[in-house]
């Protein structure tokens, strides 16, 4: 009998993790879909279901580590052995610091970082007595390269990639099969910059240029199937932040201050009473499905050459290569034309 993928998804009622979980569906995988939301949760399921995998839809708050614990228990009575444990859930609050209350910070980190440590916690426990599984963290060029208005949220995504570095010299160390790496992500038009709290005049959005969820969820399956390097990059522009970061940040640092106010708003006035999910899902509030994408669809790319570069780097070193080596070979029969 052929083995069917056992995957845990967090954050799975919208954005990346709704597309990932409908692409490992495609597989005729056994998806479990963790989030808070029930209605988003329902139309996951569906998704998953339509492309012709299982769902399971467990109504969980990443914030709990009883809660993650038991969904892994349920996950694994129903289903099996969990093959891949992928942390995508968060939250966050678009203010200046000064305007962020303690308890919403906590808030944030609780869930954007203490669910990637619980999620990463209970999927150990089970798959260390096998020495095998894969666990991806769904990270963000802001864990590299933070940005105003989002220090609760960049500083979470800062945590995961220190913590994980830290796991994986562990397992490293142990002589682990087990495997973990790191999606960084762009942006990308998900329902959150319709939810998120803010406290900005306008309509918060993604810093362009902007990628649909699709494409973010073919870097999470890729990472899922060949996870044994540290990091992948999602997207031109997280390449671009990250490299910048490395070599010049104090230029970042003055643009970022110059810019990075009005770049993450519409011109779209949005009133201070609007729906927001830092304590509760807003799915639970209106009962309606969100799906994967948020309102940016006009303005989102539906592909990505640089993923593509990325999951082909032996067969794009050749291209550049032989590219390199016609360019040489023009510039050397242009020469003894002249």
Known sequence: ???????????ASAGIARATARQFGARGAQVALLARGQAGLDGAAKDVENAGGSALAIPTDVADYDQVDAAATQVEDTFGPIDVWINVA???????????????????????????????????????????????????????????????????KHAINGFTESLRTELMHDGSNI????????????PQFSWVLS????????????YQPEVAARGVVFAADHPRRKQYWVGASTVGTLLGQKIAPALLDR????????????????????????????????????????????????????????HHARLASSLLAGAGMAGLATAIACGYRR
Request: charged content about 15%; aromatic content about 10%; proline content about 8%.
């Open 199 to 210: 406290r900005l005049p306008n309509h918060p959005q993604p810093v362009p240029p902007i």
């Open 255 to 310: 643009y970022l201050a110059k810019t990075g106010y009005q770049s993450q708003q519409t011109g779209e006035k949005v009133g201070p009473d609007r729906p927001h999910n830092l304590w509760e899902p807003v799915d639970g509030k209106d009962g309606h499905d969100h799906g994967a994408h948020g309102v940016f669809n006009s303005q989102a790319h539906g592909y990505c050459v640089q993923l593509w570069f990325s």
């Open 1 to 11: 009998m052929t083995h069917r993928q056992v995957v845990v998804i967090t954050g």
């Open 90 to 156: 968060f939250t966050s609050v678009f203010a200046p610091f000064h305007e962020i209350g303690p308890e919403e910070f906590r808030r944030v980190t609780e869930v954007s970082y203490l669910g990637f440590v619980y999620g990463t916690m209970v999927a150990l426990a089970r798959m260390r007595p096998r020495d095998q599984g894969t666990i991806v963290q769904v990270g963000s060029a802001l864990g590299e390269r933070s940005i105003p208005l989002q220090s609760a949220y960049c500083g979470a």
């Open 179 to 190: 495997a973990i790496t790191v999606v960084q992500m762009p942006a990308v038009n998900t």
